[in-house]
């Protein structure tokens, strides 16, 4: 839920410098996402659809010719984050400008669906407006930009992804063996703290033919697993070749089929629309890594009913008990919000006792942020910014703890990696277990993008340390592709 692509921001207005003379092929396209995973991907398809029109990407701000923000809104936080870092890309322009170079600043995502013209009030440098279903007319918005500011934060009737350009193979090589790929968004769900429904949209599912088509591409490129995402993933209903409706379950075994592809993943996933056989192709599935995030957001049925969730704790708690009958290893990952409106002491102890319950591998956990024009925002009893402290503390104290214990019992376990990218130290290469847990290995870089037996021997901090497995050789043969 986290991104922080290596971004490089002037420390501090005086000290921004621009070399005017600094030397560039092309124009180059820098893109700083926040917030969530479907950001990351957003980030990488409007990277695509301005390389045909000569941007190369760059991860420092200072040398780029068109600078995207692509924003979150979820919490005012990270809403408001925006605006201090427009103010630094303001003073950049302005130092380009001076040095003889054009700027243009873009701002994207859900700030940009959420405030449309508001941000041009807000911050004056900025030249681009584009909503999360606008992204296709960036190239198109950007030539009409050099006249003055322009917005498009319509929900265009064509389907973008049919306007998206697709990435080189290079390109999709350099962005590593793990890949995201959207096949649901928006949200019909309508949670009383939630944002989403307003700035993402109905729920809206890419056909079958279109997701097994770009999971081809990756898998071909190199990619060996893929996570799909939806803000309601499991809520997936798309259409396949016979124009029949299919669900999440069938995408998943249609996708296991895909040579080449190792690990499937998905997320984020509602608990209502975990059916039967969704569960079922947790045991039946190898493919289908043995991690689940499905968020619970409170333990308490008097709050989850204010928050309109639609299921009690008791009905999360036999869920779970359904998932690990099924899949016995599987790890589960939570969100939890503390302070929603009216959550007294007795509610937020009925929160604490469902994650003791249920026992999460990892979890995000929240303090509740009033967001404009949803329902909880109005409600009268909102609780005091020092109750919300005092409870999230105790919260991360519980779940930090099962967190830790979680990744201590993988000691001595033999586990499958998949190697991403170079490790913390030479000679390590880092990878991810199943269980989403980055692990670091002495191994040889030819390891990268493949999937390799490791016996885990120790727990740091942040990461686990193993030691590959000696049956392993750098000769086996993969799965194949085509
Ligand atoms: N305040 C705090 N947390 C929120 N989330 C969504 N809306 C809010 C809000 N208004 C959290 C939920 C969700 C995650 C992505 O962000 O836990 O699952
Ligand atoms: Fe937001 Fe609820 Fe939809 Fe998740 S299910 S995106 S929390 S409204």
Redesign the pocket.
Known sequence: ?KSDPNSRWPETANRTRVEASAPTAGKKLFVKSYG?QMNVYDAARMADVLAPEGFAETKVMEEADLIVLNTCH??EKASEKVFSELGKARLLKKARKAAGLATKIAVAGCVAQAEGAEILRKQRAVDLVVGPQSYHHLPRMLRVSDHGPVIDTEFPIEDKFDHLARPSEEKIRERGASAFLTVQEGCDKFCS???VPYTRGAENSRTVEKILDEAAILARAGVREITLLGQNVNAYRGRNEQDEEVSLTQLLYRLAEVPGLERLRYT?SHPNDMTDDLIRAHAELPVLMPFLHL?V?SGSDRILEAMNRRHKAADYLRLVERIRRARPDIALSS???VGFPGETEADFAATLSLAKEAGFASS?Y??????PG?P?AELAAQTPEEVKIERLARLQETLEAQRRAFNAAMVGREVDVLFEKAGRRAGQVAGKSPYLQAVQVEAPEELMGRVAPVKIVECGSNSLFGRLTDEFSLDAPMRETN
């Not at 929240?366 to 967001?371: A, E, G, H």
């Open positions: 839920m969530c979820i919490r703290f939630c944002v984020t968020p957001q969100d939890f919000i995000f929240f303090k509740y942020s009033p967001r949803t909880g």
